[in-house]
């Protein structure tokens, strides 16, 4: 035998997420490449004196995860010890958010700023108790007068500052939010220390910009739990100018330089695809085609390990804040709005509409953030027009997060070859709270995994990570149960998936958003061998127990970066 296998499965579940979704028992890989899958007789001839022979035991080889929309440097930052801890059940009211922020007062140099993240009013009991009530610079000015504060919400879409914080960004009752920007005031028409959307620039520019070597060990802690969770390819959704005012430029450009240092030095222990962001909220049609020509395209070092994938705009914001552009109000009134430049809404959607164009036109795939049902309606028709404009083949244009995606916008993505990004983990944190904003048939409705898949239009899943946790156990777990998080109701009931479809979201979808599915994504000879081995029978198991089951061993490219098999 010429080549002997590097690595060889027995006698396990190989779910390989071909076209069939077929199940084999064996696997053998051999110079990063998956050089033979089946049953122990076709992997025998393989084994040679340095193979490693690995028996599974019942356990599941599962292709790689792909999460296809997570913020690494973001979530390494947002997580301890770089940052505090306030999601549940770490914190479970306004009061333990305050004596988090107390405990860290008692930790570090006066005057320092002092950084959360992760606050839900959907998990803080006051909050839940009275709806009205909503986190407030005063519930931290007692616990830090003297040390400025900004905490994170979960989705990234609001941050809550103290008063000191407020006295050195310079904001007050005459401030003028920017435009797609809220900052909330009492009755009195004070600061109340809430800053919505694009209006937490105001505090994201007083902030000291992470240090590159911040950066680093931010992205150094993302790597390490991806590999502990099987995850081995990721699409970091928005690096560039547009992010250098979110979470201290954890979104700007520079991560994309750290991200490419890693690579060169062998860290990158998964596969990255990127989409830059060349504008934020609330940029005009001209800013963003202007930033976006003096991009260029950057080459990629190793498109296999780095690849630049595409770009990203925001067209509207997300239902807690109401700005998701909805075709029905919301409960108390408003619909939202696009949240890019222009007075009307028909200003907007020329806006919008510009953007699309000009990207689609410049040759880039496109992947815009897009909640309301009626903001769905007008990016779809938005693609659907460039393409009629600008013919491309396998353009890939694809919808980040589509909420409330109508049938309308499924029907126009399915027709021309375009796709969905959702986020099941966000589905599973946010289906009780969103009644309150939305009623009970609208909240229930939101990702509607069903009715995508089913209109023909291409599903892959992400955790929209630091927004939840990148687990896509509880993932493919919500996708089939559609359980909340806070009081286990099963939310939706018609848009339940089964098991196949769920893992094929994570695997050959995601792969199909990165122009990688002929190489990635799937268990079968020639593809590279990215391999997520989960303890226990996972075709069987009762999905209430898929988010317990242990990832055993993660290997990317054919190599280990996640073993306790040899512990």
Not at 252 to 281: H, S
Not at 381 to 406: K, S, W
Not at 491 to 496: H, K
Not at 550 to 565: E, K, R, Y
Request: glycine share 12%; net charge negative.
């Amino acid at each position: 035998m010429d080549t002997y296998a590097d690595l060889v499965f027995l006698g396990g579940q190989v779910v390989t997420v071909d076209a069939e979704f077929s199940v084999a028992s064996a696997l053998a890989v051999t110079g990063g490449v998956i050089s033979a899958v089946g049953g122990r007789d076709d992997v025998a001839p393989l084994v040679g004196p340095g193979t490693r022979v690995v028996d599974l035991r019942g356990a599941t080889l599962l292709p790689g995860i792909n999460d296809s929309h997570l913020h690494g440097c973001a979530f390494g930052m947002a997580t301890p010890p770089l940052s505090l801890d306030l999601g549940h059940p770490a914190v479970s009211s306004l009061t333990d958010v305050a004596e988090a922020v107390r405990e860290a007062v008692g930790r570090v140099p006066g005057g320092q700023w002092i950084t959360g993240h992760g606050w839900d009013t959907g998990y803080l009991d006051e909050c839940v108790s009275d709806p009205s009530r909503l986190p407030s610079r005063r519930d931290l000015d007692a616990v830090s007068p003297d040390h400025p504060v900004v905490l994170y919400s979960f989705s990234g879409h609001a941050t809550w500052v103290n008063s000191k914080a407020l006295e050195l960004i310079g904001v007050d009752r005459d401030t003028v939010a920017p435009p797609g920007g809220a900052i909330v005031v009492d009755e009195a028409g004070e600061p109340t220390g809430l800053l919505h959307e694009g209006a937490q620039a105001l505090v994201q520019n007083a902030l000291p910009p992470l240090s590159r070597q911040e950066r680093t060990d931010a992205i150094r802690s993302n790597l390490a739990t991806l590999a502990r969770l099987g995850v081995t390819s990721y699409t970091e959704p928005g690096l560039g100018p547009g992010g250098d005012g979110i979470m201290r430029g954890a979104l700007g450009a520079e991560t994309l330089d750290v991200y490419r240092r890693l690579l060169a030095d062998g860290e990158l222990t998964a596969r990255l695809g990127v989409l830059l962001l060349p504008t934020g909220m609330a940029s005009s049609a001209e800013e963003f085609a202007r930033t976006l020509t003096a991009l260029g395209k950057p080459g990629d070092a190793d498109p296999r390990r780095l690849a630049i994938l595409g770009v990203k705009i925001f067209a509207d914001g997300i239902v807690p804040n109401k700005t998701s552009w909805m075709h029905e109000p919301y409960i108390g009134g408003g619909c939202g709005s696009l949240c890019v430049g222009g007075e009307t809404d028909t200003e907007r959607t020329a806006e919008i509409d510009a953007m699309i164009r000009h990207a689609h036109a410049a040759g880039h795939q496109l992947g815009v953030h897009v909640t309301g049902d009626r903001a769905c309606d007008t990016v779809a028709d938005a693609f659907a027009a460039a393409m009629a404009e600008h013919p491309r083949p396998d353009a890939r244009h694809y919808v980040i997060h589509g909420d409330f995606l109508t049938a309308h916008s499924m029907k126009v993505l399915a027709a021309h070859g375009f796709g969905v990004n959702m986020n099941p983990t966000i589905k599973w944190t946010v289906a009780d709270m969103e009644e309150e904003f939305v009623g009970a048939e609208r909240a229930a409705y939101a990702w509607p995994y069903r009715d995508a898949i089913d209109a023909g239009v291409r599903v892959a899943s992400g955790s929209d990570a630091p927004v939840t946790s990148p687990d896509w156990r509880q993932g493919v777990a919500t996708m089939m149960l559609r359980e909340s998080k806070a009081a286990g109701r099963v939310s939706g009931p018609e848009q339940c998936i089964g098991l196949a479809e769920a893992i094929r979201t994570y695997t050959i979808d995601a792969a199909w958003q990165d122009f990688a599915d002929d190489w990635k994504g799937s268990l079968e000879p020639g593809k590279v061998a990215d391999l997520c081995v989960l303890d226990g029978d996972l075709l069987t198991a009762d999905p209430h127990d898929i988010p317990e089951m242990p990832v055993v061993l993660t290997v990317v490219d054919g190599q280990v970066v996640h073993d306790t098999l040899r512990d």
